[in-house]
């Protein structure tokens, strides 16, 4: 039986993502989405990444900052990195419009995977306790109460 999958949107506020200040000009995981027990989750290519990145003064960070895409497993030391981009198109748009299917092409990310068998996938599953990750470089350090980050998933109920 295939499972399922409805979209949803993942975001800073949730239990199950740790969102935390980078470190100015290193390369900083911001956001660290953990897939829960009973969950099955893809990030499809294109997925929708919604970005308000601000400090503590609460002005945008740099449109020359970095963002980074990637995942870990359980065990695993480090993280593996599957994109980057720069921040520009997040700047530029306005946070209402970063929704808004007409404004943000620019907005989506990305995704293939080389599987196991050489295939390539145009989506990157997570089981329970992998992580997704959203990372970060720029001069600017980013303050968590002024910030805002979405990603679009794709969850299907799953048993292990």
């Known amino acids: 039986m295939n499972p399922t999958f409805k979209p949803v949107f993942v975001s800073n506020a949730d239990v199950a993502v740790a969102f ?3 470190t100015a000009l290193a390369r ?6 953990t897939v829960p027990a009973g969950n099955w ?3 499809r290519n294109n997925a929708l990444l919604v970005l308000d990145l601000r400090t503590a003064a609460n002005v945008l960070i740099s449109q020359d900052s970095r963002i980074l895409i990637g995942y870990r497993n359980p065990g695993q030391i480090g993280e593996t990195w599957i994109h980057e981009a720069g921040y520009m198109p ?3 748009t306005a946070l209402n419009s970063q929704t808004n299917d007409q404004l943000n092409g620019s907005l989506r990310i990305p995704v293939s995977m080389r599987g196991d068998n050489g295939a390539v996938a145009p989506y990157l599953n997570r089981g329970r306790g992998r992580q997704i990750l959203i ?3 720029s001069p600017q350090v980013i303050a968590v109460a002024n910030s805002r980050c979405e990603v679009e998933t794709w969850v299907s109920p799953w048993s292990d």
């Open 135 to 137: 990372g970060l470089i």
């Open 28 to 33: 900083s995981i911001i956001f660290t989405y």
């Open 90 to 92: 997040w700047f530029r």
């Open 41 to 43: 989750v893809q990030l």
């Open 20 to 22: 935390a200040a980078n």
